[in-house]
């Protein structure tokens, strides 16, 4: 009976020794695990992190212009609104061949002359225009103008218009949208003074659309075609007339009025010192009477 028991002990103290180490190596396992897990969640925060700044940028990018009235700061510079202008001073030798080049490069650009004026004073002949372009042939036109002549002077500029572009754009969205709004509650109206109160107001809108329309008509031109402001010119030799020769009859003719003229100016300046004359005139009377009585006395 001894053999039996110590059998069965020696058994069932293995099996507990059995599973002891089996929760031991469990439990390693367990913690490497959660190790594992709990640095692969810290690799994917940074990852996750950057992905959401990233598509913050991307949505702020692509944003509708005039959201929430804040310009657009992170629009490509292929999608920006800018407008070209340069004026330009030029002296050319020959007016005339400047004008023939002048035609023959703006149809080869493309270009065309919005206004032009000419004109001859101060020994210039001056040539003024104002050319307008499409803004990828506007460096080229520049280019090909300084071939006419010599430039003096040249300023370039350049004005971003995105913002304004978008403002304006976002105001009309909304403008057209009341006056449908408007016409929705003209067409509900029943009373005649809400009609007319109503009509005032589509009235009032219609103009500030209107207004809004031109402005941003002006705007898409502007960026639609650069402007050049071109001013050149040729000098012109002046010629100073030959001094005529004079006869001596001429010349004693010309003593006689120069005599004449100087006899009808003193004649004027005595007439004109009148007041002066009749004061000396009385202070010399005056100064004999007294030396007339003086000598009287003296005897």
Known sequence: MRIPILLWLSLTLSLLS??????????????????????????????????????????????????????????????????????????????????????????????????ASEEREDGEWRHEMKIRVAPARFQTLLAGLGRLGTVESKQLTTADVTAQHADITARLVAKRALEQRYRAL?????????????????????????????RLRTLNDEVSYSTITLTYYQELSQRRPDAPVLSFGSRLLQSFYNGWELLTDLVLGLMEAWPLVLLVAAVVAAVRAWRRRRASRAK
Do not use: W
């Open 186 to 214: 003209l067409a509900k109206a029943n009373k005649v003074a809400d009609m007319l109160e109503i009509e005032q107001k589509m009235g009032e809108i219609r103009e500030d659309i209107e207004a809004t329309e031109s």
């Open 18 to 115: 059995c599973g002891n180490n089996q929760a031991s190596m469990g439990e390693p396992a367990a913690e490497v695990a959660a190790d594992t897990d709990g640095s692969a969640d810290m690799e994917m925060a940074p990852a996750s992190e950057e992905a959401s700044v990233d598509k913050s940028i991307v949505s702020a990018a692509v944003a509708a212009p005039g959201q929430n009235n804040e310009p657009i700061s992170a629009t490509p510079a292929a999608n920006r609104k800018l407008i070209y202008h340069a004026t330009v001073r030029m002296k050319v030798a020959d007016l005339a061949r400047a004008n023939q080049r002048m035609d023959s490069l703006t149809r080869a650009v493309g270009a065309f002359v919005e206004g």
